[in-house]
Every structure is written in structure tokens, then in C-alpha cells.
């Protein structure tokens, strides 16, 4: 049951935002729930902004008190040294970032990243005591030859290959399919699907992580279904891209516990 689990919300920005517009959007959203007197209490948020934009949200996160957390939207694999272009876990660790999102199927898809960069990623989060949210999720392809969970499955059981029982980790579940489609799973399907992903967990991780792991879902999640992926019993929350660049909607979707009539 979802019973002790904090639901969370998190807002992948992908590639938008500069760090002006980064800054605007976290102080509107804040306002926003403020105004809505919002319990930030009940559920956890976390903001993955571009990398450019993460020193100046920490700063107005920790001036201003705001109760976000700061997350990166890839990490590299080393520590450190003569690989341009990359960010080290340290770094991200330094300006407060507690989880990162490793393996979203965009990067799989145009950077080629394949299990094994994957689960290499997770064990830099983990080192850096970050929270890997692990992406995984089957294309319409995968779909239509394997069902909903194989490749999923399969995906999450690579990524925690190297990965000790009790360390803390999220998982998202996104069918490519759903992504910026428009086109959600259902609650049915993607409650299925996180089930499976919560077995693969405990039986990877033992039974007291399967219970307190969240596993998210993924995929055109916006304010008008949200509180209906909210009452599957195995999905904790949801990794939200397009709606978590507008502040109402995002506000929005952060405030699910108050929507009446879904
Ligand atoms: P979407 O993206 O909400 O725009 O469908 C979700 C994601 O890619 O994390």
C-alpha cells in the first residue's frame, strides 16, 4: 500500500528555461501554492532544471526557504578529469541536488545510452548520495511485441544490478509512447506495469525497499489526470515535462490531493 510513502512530484524541464526564467518560475510556483495554501508537507517536489540554471534556483531555493527540492537531469559516469562536456556527481552534490534522472528514454534514444551507461550513472548518483530516478519504459514497438512490462522490467533489473539493498532510489515508469504525446497511459495500465517494477525492486533490493521505494509515472501527465494515477496503489507520484514548465498547471498537478471529481 501507498500508505507511508510521500507521494512526489517531479518536474523535468528537459531543455527549457534559462536561469532567468528558472528563477521567475520557482518563485511563481511558490507563490502559487502559497496562495493556494497548499500543505507542502504532503508531497515532496523536486524541479529538474538545465544544468545552467541549478546554481541560481539553489540560491533563491535556500535564500528564500522554498520547501523544493533540486535535482539534475544527467550526471556523468566519472569522477572527474579530461571528459569535456560532463558533470560530475560531485558537483551536482555540492550545489545541493538530491536526485538526478538517469536513463530517460531521450537520452537512451539520442545519446545512446544503453543499460550499462545506465546503471554505470546510478552507481555515480549513489556514490555522491544522490537519488537516482531511474527512468525505464517500452517503446509502441515494445509494446505491441513484448506487452507493457518486459522491457521496463528488464530495464530497471540492469539498472540496480550494482546496486546495494538499502540505498535509496526512485523509479520512473514512462512509456516512450506517452511521452510529450498527449497521449497518457491509463491508470490501469501504468498501475500494472509499476507493480511489476515495485517487485523487481524488492526482489533486488529486499522487501523493505520494494515498500518504501516510490515509483513514479511518466508520460503527458497534466492537471486533469493526475489524481486519477494518484489512487493506483503503486504509483507514488509522477515525473511531470511539459506540465512543469507552467506554473498553473504545475501548481496544479502538485496540489492533486484537492482535486475533486477525477
Ligand atoms: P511529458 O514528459 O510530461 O511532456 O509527456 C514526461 C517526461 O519525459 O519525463
Not at 54 to 64: E, N, P
Not at 157 to 180: F, H, S
Not at 205 to 210: E, I, P, T
Request: hydrophobic share 40%; proline share 3%; net charge negative.
Amino acid at each position: 500500500m501507498g500508505m507511508t510513502r510521500t507521494p512526489l512530484i517531479a518536474g523535468n524541464w528537459k531543455m527549457n528555461l534559462d536561469h532567468l526564467q528558472a528563477v521567475a518560475l520557482v518563485q511563481k510556483l511558490h507563490w502559487s501554492l502559497k496562495d493556494a495554501q497548499h500543505d507542502f508537507e504532503s508531497v515532496d517536489v523536486t524541479v529538474f532544471p538545465p544544468f545552467t540554471d541549478l546554481r541560481s534556483v539553489q540560491t533563491l531555493i535556500d535564500a528564500d526557504k522554498i520547501p523544493f527540492a533540486l535535482g539534475a537531469q544527467d550526471i556523468s559516469t566519472h569522477e572527474q578529469g579530461a571528459y569535456t562536456g560532463e558533470i560530475a556527481g560531485e558537483f551536482l552534490a555540492k550545489l545541493d541536488c538530491r536526485q538526478v534522472i538517469i536513463g530517460h528514454s531521450e537520452r537512451r534514444e539520442y545519446h545512446g545510452e544503453t543499460d550499462e551507461v545506465v546503471a554505470a550513472k546510478v552507481a555515480a548518483a549513489l556514490k555522491n548520495g544522490i537519488v537516482p530516478v531511474i527512468c525505464v519504459g517500452e517503446t509502441s514497438e515494445d509494446l505491441e511485441k513484448h506487452g507493457a512490462s518486459a522491457v521496463p522490467v528488464a530495464q530497471l533489473e540492469k539498472a540496480l544490478e550494482g546496486v546495494a539493498a538499502g540505498a535509496e532510489i526512485v523509479v520512473a515508469y514512462e512509456p516512450v509512447w506517452a511521452i510529450g504525446s498527449g497521449q497518457a497511459a491509463t491508470p490501469e495500465q501504468a498501475q500494472e506495469v509499476c507493480e511489476k517494477l515495485r517487485e523487481v525492486v524488492a526482489a533486488k533490493l529486499g522487501d523493505d525497499a520494494g515498500q518504501s521505494t516510490r515509483v513514479l509515472y511518466g508520460g503527458s501527465v497534466k492537471s486533469g489526470n493526475i489524481a486519477s494515477f494518484m489512487r493506483e496503489p503503486d504509483i507514488d507520484g509522477a515525473l511531470v515535462g511539459g506540465g512543469s514548465i507552467k506554473v498553473d498547471e504545475f501548481s496544479s498537478i502538485i496540489r492533486f490531493q484537492k482535486h475533486v471529481g477525477v
